[in-house]
């Protein structure tokens, strides 16, 4: 977008600004991803690797808070893979389903 667009529903001028992804110690622009959601083995996440991925531009109405958000080609860049499959570590503190009660 080259200029900022007014507001849909009152008509004021909107102000760029972007919606931020935290999680764990990263925070990254949120991306618009294709297709609907699909579950992945490695801990909680969405399998997101072969996608169409491009970043959301997002525009706010300082006078009503409304939100319009863009996904254009324009503001795409490299697409975030899918994490690794490693299985999650396992706790010493918690035996598993095979392992033996320890007995004192």
Known sequence: MSQSPKCPKCDAGMHE???LDR???RQRIALWI???PE???FLENVKIA???QYEIQCFRCPACGFLESYANKSSAETPYPDPPSVPPPT???IPSPKSKPHKP
């Open 91 to 93: 706790s010493p503190c």
């Open 50 to 52: 072969g996608k169409e």
């Open 17 to 19: 600004g972007f919606i």
């Open 39 to 41: 579950k992945s083995v």
């Open 34 to 36: 294709a297709g609907r």
């Open 23 to 25: 999680s764990y110690d």
